[in-house]
């Protein structure tokens, strides 16, 4: 069993997906049906609205925040990692999912952002890294396009 968590995104309902650290079978039951979102804390809570807005094309509503509405049958991934993890720095980090991983690396590095120097190109589709200016790593996820029946 593989400890990469990419490996469950198609889980679905009452399907089971062994776990990546026991291979445990996780049985049905009632449960998360989904990311409701992320909250972040930040000393400049302005500043961090408007980078997302600026940087990632986020719109920001005047709540303070932005809603996304995944494609029908998309997934998301929920994983906890070991706390020696060398996958990410800090606690956590966020996954987006964006349309374009290379175009959006590019236009970032044009204009100022830290954009970490690794990538991943796998069967699970195109990653790439950039740190936010609180240092919050996000993983730029492009799906990769769908498969042909």
């Given at each position: 069993m593989?400890d990469?968590?990419r490996?469950?995104?198609g889980?679905?309902?009452?399907?089971r997906?062994e776990g990546?650290?026991?291979?445990?079978?996780?049985?049905?039951?009632a449960?998360?049906i989904g990311?409701?979102?992320?909250?972040v804390?930040s000393?400049?809570?302005a500043?961090?609205?408007?980078?997302?807005?600026?940087?990632?094309?986020i719109d920001?509503?005047?709540w303070?925040?932005?809603?996304?509405?995944?494609?029908?049958?998309?997934?998301?991934?929920?994983s906890a990692?070991?706390?020696?993890s060398t996958y990410?720095?800090?606690?956590?980090m966020?996954n987006?999912r964006?349309d374009?991983?290379?175009?959006l690396?590019e236009?970032?590095r044009?204009?100022?952002?830290?954009?970490?120097?690794?990538?991943?190109?796998s069967?699970?589709?195109?990653?790439r890294y950039?740190?936010?200016?609180?240092g919050?790593?996000?993983e730029?996820?492009?799906?990769?396009a769908?498969?042909?029946p």
């Amino acid at each position: 069993m593989t400890d990469d968590p990419r490996t469950c995104q198609g889980n679905r309902g009452s399907e089971r997906c062994e776990g990546p650290e026991t291979g445990a079978s996780v049985a049905a039951m009632a449960k998360v049906i989904g990311l409701g979102g992320v909250f972040v804390k930040s000393k400049d809570k302005a500043a961090l609205q408007a980078w997302y807005g600026e940087m990632l094309g986020i719109d920001i509503s005047p709540w303070g925040g932005a809603k996304f509405t995944n494609e029908a049958g998309s997934t998301g991934v929920w994983s906890a990692f070991a706390a020696d993890s060398t996958y990410f720095p800090g606690p956590f980090m966020i996954n987006l999912r964006v349309d374009d991983a290379d175009g959006l690396v590019e236009a970032l590095r044009a204009k100022g952002a830290n954009v970490l120097d690794r990538k991943d190109d796998s069967e699970y589709g195109k990653f790439r890294y950039v740190a936010d200016p609180d240092g919050t790593v996000l993983e730029l996820w492009e799906p990769p396009a769908p498969k042909a029946p």
